[in-house]
């Protein structure tokens, strides 16, 4: 025994279980299967364990009656009961849900009361949580965004999709709240979402205050700088355009002085760059929106370091926007919003697991005039190589751009099987003679990238090999077939990616995935199948679990359950998201529900409870 009324388990006999196993199995009844190391004994399990189960009280569960009618939850005693000695089939079904719907709660609750915890006013409170349980409310109609926000969406050279247009409204009536937004923006590839939050950014630079935009690549930063460029360009004379930095590792020490001492005074409205913008030395001086591009490849740490400082509205950035929305709660000091997006279209429960405390807007749609990628998946040998080829031809002819995705970018001795990007570029450019191939891999410096990629944006190159670098947010519209080699290598939802880099304008694309595995042939054909990003995601999440969809990064922000397994106890989860929420709507600092508190105090012991 370790403290009072908590009991651990730390010596035991090992022996062999079969005859036991068998004992109990002769009394037809379902029995739990104990996952025993070394096989201990049955025996000496069952004995801990009931006596175990002696120790608990009928009254032992902390859970508010009223949540365990509506949700339809056993009584805490009888799920550990259930689950240990169940009578039948259906009274350890219940008793698994009731324990699966603790490990999601206890997380909901303990994310939405940190976030509910740092607000001042109950009124406050009140308005977050009735903003979580009513988000399709919460939007604010075109007249109402700030005159800078409308020049720049009257100089966009298209009209935003329906959905896009309800994301800004989402965002922006948020944004018009004395309270840090803390929102995720996910869609499908392709979808629009860059200028979602371009537009957002605007918003917030016309009362005065700075954005910043951070990325994963220094590839993607200068592409959004130069594409936030030529958009602002549009909007009018220079004397009221926002000014705008880009702020990266190569940034040159002259211009990222420049650049630092403009954020700190003020004269800059907003930043785009790379992990670059969470370093020390860059201080804001009204830093009033994040937008973290990719949220998945950055995690909660750094989301975090956006926002743990307060600001007030910039006098200097008053004086470059002609109409400014300033109103008196801007002077307040306050964290800044912050507005995570995600390429990878993650599930909804996933997304519910990883930011139970954010709010979700998603794109729905796609601009018009897209059609779908033809999807093939071949069989990589001589035949295979040669249609691919030959198709690719085809495209170069026809006036298209090819990508060739390669997983690595040196030969390796270890994995001669596969293809390298480097290796390749020697001797592939022999089969499309007449047109130019690029090469860009992560080891080339940050100015042989942005060469690269600008020769294939402007054609003079017309084939370019490159490993998954392009993966994340690269746009080329015109490009228009990707072949990707070694598919097997890749996750269904990153193939899915790579090939939302074609189809992004209105010619017709073609994505070839490449492999010599019979078993991954099969896999890929759902790509065939599909080019709905969270069907994929979802078929993804199943076949590999939420580990691999995410990423080593962010699957270290997973957390970890020992009895649910989110890729097929989502729909628990979202009952439990709402379970915390109408609990906290009862009461929000759970005075009214001590037990709650005490039992939530224990199992997320970082949730600080003031006590
Ligand atoms: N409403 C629209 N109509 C037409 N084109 C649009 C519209 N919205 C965005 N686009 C264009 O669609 C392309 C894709 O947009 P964007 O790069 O923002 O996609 P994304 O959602 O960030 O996707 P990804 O995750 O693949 O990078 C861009 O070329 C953009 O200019």
Known sequence: MLSEGHYEMTEYIIGNPDEEERDVNRQKMPYPLYPSKAGIKLQFLRDIISRALKTLTVDMDPMPDEIRKDFNLLNLYDAYMGIHLPKNLNEAYLARRRLIFDEFFYLQLARLFQMLDAIGTPMEKEKLLDKYKNHELNTVCVKDWSDLTKSFLKALPYSLTPSQQNAVSEIIWDLKRPVPMNRLLQGDVGCGKTVVAFLACMEVISSGFQAALMVPTELLATQHYEHLLSLLENIGGTECTPSVALLTRSTSSKQSRMVLKGLQMGEIAMVIGTHSLIAEKVEFSALRIAVIDEQHRFGVIQRGKFNSKLYSASPSLRVNWRNLDVSLEDK???????????????PRTLALALFGDMSLTQITDLP??????QTLVIEENEIGFEKVFQMMRDELMAGGKVYLVYPIIVESEQL?????????FQSIPDHFRGYQCGLLHGRMTSDEKDDALRKFRTGETRVLLATQLVEVGVDVPDASMMVVMNAERFGIAQLHQLRGRVGRGERK???VFLTSSSVALNRLK???????????????????????LLGKKQSGHIPEFPIARLEIDGNILQEAHLAALKVLGTSNDLQLFPKLRAELSMRQPLCILGD
């Open 416 to 424: 001669p099987q596969l293809h390298a990007a480097t290796a390749d």
């Open 332 to 346: 307040a000091y306050m964290a800044p919003h912050v507005l995570a997006m995600s390429a990878t279209p993650i």
């Open 368 to 373: 018009p005039g897209r059609s779908p990628v």
């Open 526 to 548: 759902v790509l065939e199948r599909s080019s709905d990003g969270f069907y994929l995601a979802n078929a993804d999440l199943l076949l590999r679990g939420p580990g691999d």
């Open 509 to 511: 694309s073609k994505c």
